[in-house]
């Protein structure tokens, strides 16, 4: 019933960019924090970007200044534009939904979408 479903991943060559896309359903979206996980083979899935419910955005110092997450409430999206991407940015990139970023919260994963950083 709940549902986040990941979109926009795909080959990539090193210096472009990509913008994800995450559709929700399910859920009273306009109350829900939402996140971009990404998680590369053999390493830790790791917070990328974050906007609140009331908008406020942060980013990891891994890619801040290049990317731009995004929520649009009419139409229950969020995006996450990366500029500039390099093959550390090879990873599957999850789409997370929470009403709390503390503690104990309602929580949702996506599946996820790969994204690939190759010449």
């Known amino acids: 019933q709940v549902q986040l479903v990941e979109s926009g991943g795909g080959l990539v060559q090193p210096g472009g960019s990509l913008r994800l896309s995450c559709a929700a359903s399910?859920?009273?979206?306009?109350?829900?924090?939402m996140l971009w996980y990404r998680q590369a083979p053999g390493k830790q899935r790791e917070l990328v970007a974050t906007?609140?419910?009331?908008?406020?955005?942060s980013y990891a110092d891994s890619v801040k200044g290049r990317c731009t997450i995004a929520r649009d409430n009419a139409k229950n999206t969020v995006n996450l534009q990366i500029n500039t991407l390099g093959p550390e940015d090879t990873a599957v990139y999850y789409c997370y939904a929470t009403t709390g970023l503390t503690g104990w919260g309602t929580r949702y994963w996506g599946q996820g979408t790969q994204v690939t950083v190759s010449s």
């Open positions: 399910g859920i009273d979206f306009s109350k829900y924090h």
């Open positions: 906007v609140t419910s009331s908008g406020l955005t």
